[in-house]
């Protein structure tokens, strides 16, 4: 059974990068999209990008100038980095597997959350 | 960005009632929507996808439909663990989009 967990600091001060990583286990990171996920009271669930298995990457235009998503394959890991943070980007961030092709994409399996507060 | 409507906002109900939860896509997704239910706590854990299909280990109770860009998850007599929020997600195109939720709450 395919299991992710979150990993990372849960406090960041404002204008500093913000850093998680997600471990998989239980099957490999080949052929599915990796993506992150967060979620806010106020804004509920917001998809934040995805890193391909093959290198392909999409952001969330509202976000992409600011994040990146990157696979390290050998550790069966991938990885966010949010710059410049604010409060606003204080969040529940969800890893999760997404499979699926020709726009039949399904988020099939989640981490447990980190909570990130951005704060002085 | 396809903008995702749910109503209602939330939802009393009892053990055994038959309720219908709507999502509304701000432009035609065909049938890329996704439902998700989500316990206080925990992940959202997929439930339907493709409009209308069961991801495995589902119960038969929750069906889903769409009628041109509305979606609807019906839950045919509730049980006590299907008291949590549900969500709708477009896969049509991104950025992927969720529905701000319904929190279906016990009578």
Known sequence: QVQLQESGPGLVKPSETLSLTCTVSGGSISNYYWTWIRQTPGKGLEWIGYFYY??????NPSLKSRVTILLD?????????????????????YCARMCGGSRWYTLDHWGRGALVTVSP | DIQMTQSPSSLSASVGDRVTLTCRASQSISSYLNWYHQEPGKAPKLLIYAASTL?????????????????????TSLQPEDFATYY?????STPYTFGQGTKLEIK
């Open chain 1, 54 to 59: 093959s290198g392909s990457i999409d952001y």
């Open chain 1, 73 to 93: 394959m050998s550790k069966n890991q991938f990885s966010l980095k949010v710059n410049s943070v604010t409060p606003a980007d204080t969040a529940l961030y």
């Open chain 2, 55 to 75: 991801q495995t280990g589902v119960p038969s109770r929750f069906s889903g439909s769409v009628s041109g860009t509305d979606f609807t998850l019906t839950i």
């Open chain 2, 88 to 92: 709708c997600q477009q896969s049509y």
